[in-house]
Each structure stands twice: as C-alpha cells, then as structure tokens.
C-alpha cells in the first residue's frame, strides 16, 4: 500500500466523522425548539372526539357518546 491510499481512507473517514458529528450537533439543537417532553393534554385535544372516544372504548364508561372534549382527555389521561 502507498502513501496516497492511506491518506485517501483517512480523509474520507475524517469526512465522515464531520458530517456525522454536523448532524448529531444539529439534532441536539432541535431539542431547544422542539423540546423534550411535549404536554399530553394538548396532544390530545388536537385530536377528534371519535379519536377520543375510540382511545376509551375498553373503559367500561357509562355515557361516552355525550362527554365533551375536555372530559374525554380527563378520563384518558386519568
């Protein structure tokens, strides 16, 4: 083996080990925006009442069909 082609494996695995550090770096900087734990509550009330409804339907809860949102995401989160 030559000179070159060790340099040349060096540098493309230097290469890479940047590219992949850029990527990891700009990952741990989405966290900022993003954040780590997101609210359940406002997750679920993005959700349609027949979501809901269907999350609850191995509850054995009398009167489903008439709860309102905000009851349906107390009893799923309870």
């Known amino acids: ?5 060790i340099t040349d494996g060096v540098i493309v695995f230097c290469i890479a080990l940047a590219i992949t550090i ?3 770096i ?3 900087l989405t966290i ?5 734990f997101r609210d359940e509550r406002e997750i679920l009330m993005k959700r349609k009442n027949k ?3 269907q999350m609850l339907m191995g509850a ?3 009167g489903i069909n008439r709860l309102k949102k905000d009851e ?3 009893l799923i989160l309870a």
């Open 1 to 5: 083996m030559n000179l070159i082609t």
């Open 22 to 24: 850029f990527e990891a």
């Open 26 to 28: 700009q990952e741990l």
């Open 32 to 36: 900022f925006q993003k954040g780590i």
């Open 51 to 53: 979501d809901l409804r």
């Open 60 to 62: 054995e809860i009398k």
């Open 72 to 74: 349906l995401v107390d």
